[in-house]
């Protein structure tokens, strides 16, 4: 997927500004920002749901146009595209997708049970939706989502309104997933826990512009090119004494007890303005 120059003005407010963007097979791209960041719109433009003000977006190699976006979109899977259905089950509901997506229906029952696995849900399948938590209908989205087995995957805030636990628990069904296969997948998301694990690339998005863009490792690295060093010692003492040998030697060690940045502190160093 390759989004160019994609820009959305809307009335007069610039929701998105010339973003440029790759995904490569197999890859996870976590789109990140604030609320009105830009995040949700660039992804309607990304699965051929809203044109584009100016820029182009390629899917699986070929131009999304007005003609060419239905059939392209059919080769992708979307989490939110619609509301499930809270009286059927787990499984009924893939089924109605199944046959929406034109499978037939032996195909639909094998996919059932293969996506019900990937996600932990197998155990809920006959459960009516409406009586499973958030997290596990999160889980029956994302399983449809994949129902079709699409090359490349859109997920919207798969961890919206999750407690930490349940939302890491999505995250790790998430990298297994791409552990399993080549599923390529385009998260949006402003919650950052776990997220470092999943993510290879990610772009930072703040009022529609693009404040940082690549891979999760070499962002990091390159906002904080001092690099650091930890000594794992067990007792204070010693880490103390080799700091102060280190001062004595004339080397400059600034803040003995500081940690490696992450994802999370790039992110704020960003977005808020704040330091470390
Ligand atoms: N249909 C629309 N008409 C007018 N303005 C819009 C429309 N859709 C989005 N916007 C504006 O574009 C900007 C970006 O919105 P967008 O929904 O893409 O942000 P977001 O990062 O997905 O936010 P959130 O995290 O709250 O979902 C916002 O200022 C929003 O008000």
Redesign the pocket.
Known sequence: MRATGLTKV??D?V?VADLDLVVGKGRVLGVL?P???????TVRMLTGLLRPTSGSVELFGEPVTPESAPRLRARIGVQTEANLYHRLTVAENLRTWGALHGLSRSATERRVSEVLEVVGLSDRRDSPVGALSKGLRQKAKIARALLSDPELIFLDEPTAGLDPEAALDVLGHLAKLRADGDTTIVL?T?QLHGLEDLCDDVVMLDR?RVVAAGEVTELVAAHWPDREYVIRVSEREVAEQVVAGLRAAGVTVPDAESTAPSLHDLYFALLSGEES
């Open positions: 809307f009335d407010r929701a920002g609320n009105g960041s830009g995040k949700s719109t949006c402003h529609g």
